[in-house]
């Protein structure tokens, strides 16, 4: 758990014993035709159920970890780098022969070296850590590519022992493409910025649905009042109406549900409304032009945040098996669930009657 007050911990332990109840019952049932599977859980040594649950999160990722367990052996690599690090810790756990937990502080370690934001044992956002995560491991592989660009240019001799040369898998399997147009009001002049996204963070409403939150993402919006848009022709600040547009989806779609908002400028409050979550859909509605490829995704994994509050709280991630079982990683324990329990994490229905603090917060789609 993250920092709490008491009240904060009472209400996360009771939701905690609701959460294991329903994971128990699950588990006798599933305990008799269950096949024996590889399950590896990770210590929460000080607050780093962040950092666990994004891990398990993108270990469920098989092309993802792939790619990572690729650079295992790769010489240009830097030895403390997140990606090296990262590709070690993968390379044990797929050297497991069966379940076993692993106290993951060495990875811990090397992560808190090279961002000083996450050196302490303070409640870190799981999003926060995956973006860096991700934007880090990007930057490691721009660097082994100068390398190699620069020591072929020396030897002028292009085989190495790196096959990962251009590569840069974190901009091919996460990024997509958007477009926001948007018109003066006042002098009609229009103009489209362009940019690359490798997550999409959706406004919420309770009682909604997964869909309905992407379609009013690449919607259109009116800015106005205190939202003004300073128009460049007009040389003054004036309404607009802006457009977002989807250009290019991803091969993996990650979401983060907005569900945490400041209020006063110093309190994070949680959103804990119901949002219908898809296991699977199909995102061709949502691209601006119309395309003969279909693009369904099927969704892999979800990070579910534990707590009434942004500051703290709990994380652990759900992961969707082969078989339609779901595995719950939760820190150095592993559950299984069945489909039908995955809604039970959507959030509350009634705004007023909030009774579960476990809701989602991250959803991982694959393309399928
Ligand atoms: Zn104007």
Redesign the pocket.
């Known amino acids: 758990m993250g920092n709490d007050n008491s009240n904060e911990k009472e209400k996360s332990s009771n939701d905690n014993k609701i959460i294991t109840n329903i994971l128990d019952n699950n588990n006798n049932n599933n305990n008799k035709n269950k096949k024996e599977e590889k399950v590896i859980t990770f210590i929460n040594t000080n607050n780093t159920c962040y950092a666990n649950s994004i891990l398990q999160a993108l270990l469920s990722l098989k092309i993802f970890k792939e790619k990572i367990l690729s650079y295992l052996n790769n010489n240009n690599i830097h030895k403390y780098s997140t990606l090296k690090s990262l590709s070690e810790l993968f390379n044990i756990i797929e050297n497991k022969k069966k379940s076993d937990i692993l106290n993951i502080n060495d990875f811990i370690n090397i992560i808190k070296n090279n961002n000083q934001e996450f050196n302490n044992d303070e409640h870190h956002d799981a999003h926060e850590f995956l973006t860096w995560l991700l934007d880090d491991i990007e930057q490691n592989i721009n660097s082994i590519q100068k390398k190699n660009k620069k020591n072929n240019n020396k030897t002028n001799n292009n085989s190495t022992n790196n096959n990962n040369n251009n590569d840069n898998f974190i901009k091919d399997l996460f990024s997509g493409q958007q477009s926001s147009i948007t018109k ?6 229009t103009s489209e910025v362009f940019e690359t996204f490798y997550n999409l963070s959706l406004d919420i409403e309770t009682n909604s649905s997964l869909i309905y939150c992407l379609k009013n993402y690449f919607g259109t919006e009116i800015l106005r009042s205190k939202d003004k848009f300073f ?4 040389n ?1 600040l ?1 309404e ?1 109406e802006k457009k977002v547009n989807l250009i290019k989806l991803p091969k993996i779609l990650i979401i983060q549900l907005k569900r945490f908002k400041m209020k006063n400028y110093s309190n994070l409050i949680k959103l804990l409304g119901y949002v219908s979550i898809p296991k699977k859909f199909n995102a061709n509605y949502l691209l601006k032009t119309k395309e003969e490829k279909e693009y369904n995704y099927k969704l892999k994994n979800m990070v579910i945040h534990l707590g009434q509050r942004g500051e703290y709280g709990h994380y652990f991630t759900l992961v969707n098996q082969e078989n339609n079982k779901w595995i719950n990683y939760n820190d150095e324990k592993s559950t299984y669930l069945n489909e039908n329990d995955i809604s039970k994490f959507f959030g509350n229905v009634d705004e007023n009657n909030i009774n579960f603090y476990s809701t989602t917060y991250l959803l991982f789609y694959e393309l399928i």
């Open positions: 003066c009001l006042n002098c009609e002049n128009c460049e022709n007009c003054s004036q607009a």
